[in-house]
C-alpha cells in the first residue's frame, strides 16, 4: 500500500517533468500562457475600464479586473490540457505508458499537475502586470496570497475536465474546439468582467452560482474587498468537480485504446 | 493513421509460444494482429476468452502481465519534443530503475540501437527509421520477459527495414522471447521461428517457414529453352506427358516454362529426359520451393501486401 502510494508519486513526478519540458520547449504554448493573458489584461483594462460601472467602495478598474482575470485565464489555461492530452492518446504515448508497469494514476495526475504548474506561472506573472498597472492587494498581502492560492486550485480542478475531455476525444479537431467551447458561457456569464448586479435579471441567477463567478467573487473577496461569503459553496463545487472528473479520468485513462 | 473505428474480433485464435522463441504473427491489413497484441499487451481487455503472458492473466493480473513485458507498436510512440535520451531515462524510470541506472541503460541501447550520436537531439529531427529504432529502444529499457513487435517496419524503406531486422536479430540472440506481427511475408521468413497466418482473426496456418513451404504440395519447376521457337512445343511435351500435378504456364519472355511437380528430381529428370528425345536444348533449370507468397495466396485467395515506402 505504502509503496504503490510511493510509487504513483514517483511516476506521477517523472510525467510531470516531461510534461513540463514539452511545455517550455513549444513555443505556442509558452505565448498562449505569457502574451495571450498580459494581452487581455491589457486590453480589458483600457477598453472596458472607463465604461463599467464599479462596486462601491472601489475606484480603479484594474482593482476589480485582475483577480477576475486571473480566474479566467486559469479558466482558458486549464483547456490547454485537453490539446496536450488529446496529444499524447494520438500519438501512442499513451499506449506507451500503459504498457509499462507504471501507477495506473500517474499519467492523468502528472497532466494536472503540470498544468497547474503552469498556471502557477502564469498567476504570478498577471500580477506582476497588475501592480504595474496600479493593482494593489486592497486587503492585505496575506489574504492576497490566499487568493493566489484560491485561484491556483481553481485551476486545478477544471485542469481534471479538460484531462477527460482530451482523453474522450477522438481527434486533435474536436479536442481543440470540445476543450474549449464550454468555457465561454462560464467565463463571460459571470463575475469575472462586469458585477453580476448589472446583467439582465434571467441571467443573474446562474451567473451569482455558477462556479465560476463564485472563484471570481472569492479570489477578489480575499484580495481585495474582505467579502470571502462564497469560499464554502466555492470548495463545494470544486470538490465536487474534481471527485467526479478525476474517477472519469482514471476511467478514461485505463480504457483508452487507439 | 487511423486504424481503429471498426475493432477486429479475434475467432477463436489458439496462440501459445515458447520461452525464447519467436513467434511471427502473419496476416493482411485487419486481420486481428494488432488486436491480439493489444490484448496480449494489457491495453485492451477481451470481452471473452483468456490469455496469460508468464503465467498471469491479462485481466486479472495485468500489472504484474505489464511488469513481463516490452512493446513496440506499429506507430512509433516516441516523445517528439523530448530527445532520444530523455525519451529512453523517462521509460526507465517508469520501469521504476533508479536514476544511475536509468541513464546508464540509456546510454547502453543508444549505442545498440545506433543512435548514440543524435541521442541529445529532439526526436522530432529523428527520421522514420530512427524513430522505429528509438521505439524499439525504449521496449528494451527493462529487460523483457516478452516482448512484443507490432509491425515495426511497416512504412520504412528497404535499407531501413533491413537495419531494424538486425536491430532486432541481435535483439533475439541475447534469448528474448519475441512477438512480432507483420503483413509481410519476407518479414516472417527472415526472423520467425514459427508463423502463425491469421486472417479475419482466425488461424489459417501454422508452421515453420519451412513446414508452411510445404503445405503447397510439391515444388516449382522452371525450364528455360535456349531457341524460342521450340517453347511451345517443349510445353505441349509437357501437357501430353501428363506426370506433372499443374498444367506447364509459359513465360514467352524469360523462354521458360514453369510448372508444379511433386516428385521434385525424378520429376526434373523426367522432364529433361523428354527435351532431349525432341533435340529440344535447355539453355537453364531451377527446382525451387514456393516462396510464402504462395502459400499466402493459396490460403487465402489474397495477394499479401506489397512493400510501401513511407515519404520521410
Not at chain 2, 498444367?247 to 519472355?253: G, R
Request: charged fraction near 20%.
Amino acid at each position: 500500500m505504502i509503496n504503490a502510494l510511493k510509487w504513483t508519486l514517483l511516476d506521477t513526478l517523472t510525467v510531470t517533468k516531461r510534461n513540463l519540458i514539452k511545455y517550455t520547449r513549444s513555443p505556442q504554448l509558452v505565448i498562449f500562457a505569457t502574451i495571450q493573458p498580459v494581452m487581455f489584461l491589457l486590453l480589458f483594462n483600457y477598453v472596458f475600464g472607463g465604461a463599467i460601472r464599479l462596486p462601491e467602495g472601489i475606484d480603479n478598474y484594474i482593482i476589480f479586473l485582475l483577480p477576475g482575470i486571473i480566474v479566467q485565464t486559469v479558466l482558458f489555461g486549464s483547456t490547454q490540457g485537453v490539446i496536450a492530452m488529446n496529444d499524447d492518446v494520438n500519438k501512442g504515448i499513451i499506449d506507451r505508458f500503459r504498457s509499462l508497469p507504471m501507477s495506473r494514476m500517474a499519467v492523468v495526475f502528472a497532466r494536472v499537475l503540470a498544468d497547474s504548474v503552469r498556471n502557477a506561472f502564469v498567476i504570478f506573472l498577471m500580477v506582476v502586470v497588475g501592480i504595474m498597472l496600479g493593482f494593489e492587494f486592497v486587503n492585505g498581502v496575506g489574504n492576497g496570497m490566499i487568493a493566489l492560492l484560491v485561484a491556483l486550485l481553481f485551476s486545478f480542478t477544471f485542469s481534471w475536465i479538460s484531462v477527460c475531455i482530451g482523453l474522450f476525444a477522438k481527434d486533435a479537431e474536436t479536442a481543440q474546439s470540445a476543450g474549449f467551447i464550454w468555457v465561454f458561457p462560464l467565463a463571460f456569464a459571470s463575475s469575472i468582467f462586469v458585477p453580476v448586479d448589472t446583467m439582465p435579471s434571467w441571467l443573474q441567477g446562474f451567473a451569482e452560482n455558477q462556479p465560476v463567478s463564485l472563484a471570481s467573487d472569492v479570489v477578489r473577496g480575499f484580495a481585495v474587498t474582505g467579502e470571502t461569503g462564497d469560499l464554502v459553496p466555492l470548495l463545494l463545487w470544486l470538490a465536487g468537480i474534481v471527485v467526479v472528473f478525476m474517477m472519469l479520468a482514471v476511467r478514461l485513462y485505463n480504457n483508452s485504446s487507439r | 493513421m487511423v486504424d481503429f473505428g471498426e475493432t477486429v474480433a479475434l475467432d477463436g485464435l489458439n496462440l501459445q509460444m515458447k520461452e525464447g522463441e519467436v513467434l511471427g504473427l502473419l496476416g493482411p491489413n485487419g486481420a486481428g494482429k494488432t488486436t491480439a497484441v493489444n490484448v496480449l499487451t494489457t491495453l485492451l481487455r477481451p470481452t471473452s476468452g483468456t490469455a496469460t503472458v508468464n503465467g498471469y492473466d491479462v485481466v486479472e493480473q495485468s500489472h504484474q502481465v505489464r511488469e513481463q513485458i516490452g512493446l513496440a507498436g506499429q506507430f512509433a510512440a516516441v516523445d517528439e519534443t523530448l530527445s532520444g535520451r530523455q525519451n529512453l531515462e523517462m521509460v526507465g524510470r517508469l520501469y521504476h530503475l533508479s536514476k544511475a541506472e536509468s541513464k546508464s541503460r540509456a546510454k547502453d541501447i543508444l549505442q545498440q540501437i545506433t543512435l548514440i550520436e543524435s541521442a541529445d537531439r529532439p526526436v522530432r529531427t529523428y527520421s522514420g527509421g530512427m524513430r522505429r529504432r528509438l521505439d524499439l529502444g525504449a521496449s528494451l529499457m527493462f529487460t523483457p520477459k516478452v516482448l512484443f513487435l507490432d509491425e515495426p517496419t511497416t512504412g520504412l524503406d528497404p535499407k531501413t527495414r533491413r537495419d531494424m531486422w538486425q536491430a532486432i536479430r541481435d535483439m533475439v540472440d541475447q534469448g528474448v522471447t519475441l512477438m512480432l506481427t507483420t503483413q509481410y511475408l519476407e518479414e516472417a521468413d527472415e526472423l520467425a521461428d514459427r508463423i502463425m497466418m491469421i486472417d479475419e482473426g482466425a488461424l489459417i496456418a501454422e508452421g515453420t517457414s519451412d513446414e508452411l513451404k510445404r503445405q503447397l504440395r510439391g515444388d516449382i519447376l522452371e525450364i528455360e529453352i535456349k531457341d524460342k521457337s521450340n517453347l511451345d512445343n517443349a510445353a505441349k511435351l509437357l501437357t501430353e506427358a501428363g506426370s506433372f500435378s499443374s498444367e506447364p504456364e509459359v513465360d514467352q519472355a524469360l523462354q521458360t516454362i514453369r510448372v508444379a511437380v511433386e516428385a521434385g528430381i525424378k520429376d526434373l529428370q523426367v522432364a529433361l529426359k523428354l527435351m532431349e528425345d525432341s533435340n529440344i536444348q535447355v539453355q537453364h533449370v531451377n527446382l525451387s520451393q514456393p516462396s510464402l507468397d504462395d502459400v499466402f495466396l493459396e490460403l487465402t485467395g489474397k495477394k499479401p501486401a506489397k512493400v510501401e515506402v513511407e515519404d520521410d
